[in-house]
Structure formats: C-alpha cells, structure tokens
Nanobody, 123 residues
C-alpha cells in the first residue's frame, strides 16, 4: 500500500519560512518523480514544484520561483519543500504527489497523492 504523508505545515507571518516534508512508503521511491501541488480555498489545484528521480531536474511555478526550493533524500524516502519569503497568497493546502512519469506529474497527473498539509500565511 502506497502512502504519502505530508508534514510541516502551519501558521506563519508573511516573510517567514516553512519546510514541508513528504514521507513515502510502499513504493520504490527512487523510481518516482515527486511534486508539490497546492490548492487554495475556492481555487483549482496549482502546480508548485517537481523533482526528478535523481534530483537532476527541478521545476517551479513562476509564482514561487526564487522563493521555494524542492529537494529529496532517496535514502529516507522523503521529499522536501523549503518555502521562504512566504506571502498571504501562498496560503493553501499543500499536497505531495508521485508518479513514474515526470511529464504526467508536471501536469498534475500524479498516480499517488498525500492527504495534504495546511499552510496559512498571515499578513
């Protein structure tokens, strides 16, 4: 059974930082591209960032580029999202997702999804 469990969300003031983690189990983690997707209230899911199997390729949405950084530790089956200079518009539920296809995952088509972690940025 595949499980993706996000953690690290919370309430932070604008300009602050958070680190999200996503621990994976039940899959060969090093074979999967991993991504972070977010959904704000009343809005559709939005791609945030993605990382390839071996961390050689990463991508970010324009809205977070330069502020967020994705990384992974294949020995720990965990992917991270370092979020700096947070803005109120970053408020959302953040999901991690996994898929063997980088391209499909980039289009928010991940095979496996976590339950999400809430990030709230106050102004």
């Amino acid at each position: 059974q595949v499980r993706l469990v996000e953690s690290g969300g919370g309430l932070v003031q604008a300009g602050g930082s958070l680190v999200l983690s996503c621990a994976a189990s039940g899959l060969t983690f090093s074979r999967y591209a991993m991504a972070w997707i977010r959904q704000a209230p009343g809005k559709e899911r939005e791609f945030v960032s993605i990382i390839s199997w071996t961390s050689t390729v990463t991508d970010y949405s324009n809205s977070v580029k330069g502020r967020f950084s994705i990384s992974r530790d294949n020995a720990k089956n965990t992917v991270y999202l370092q979020m700096n200079s947070l803005k109120p518009e970053d408020t959302a539920v953040y999901y991690c997702a996994a898929d063997v296809s980088f391209q499909q995952l980039r289009q928010i088509g991940g095979r496996y999804w976590g339950q999400g972690t809430q990030v709230t940025v106050s102004s």
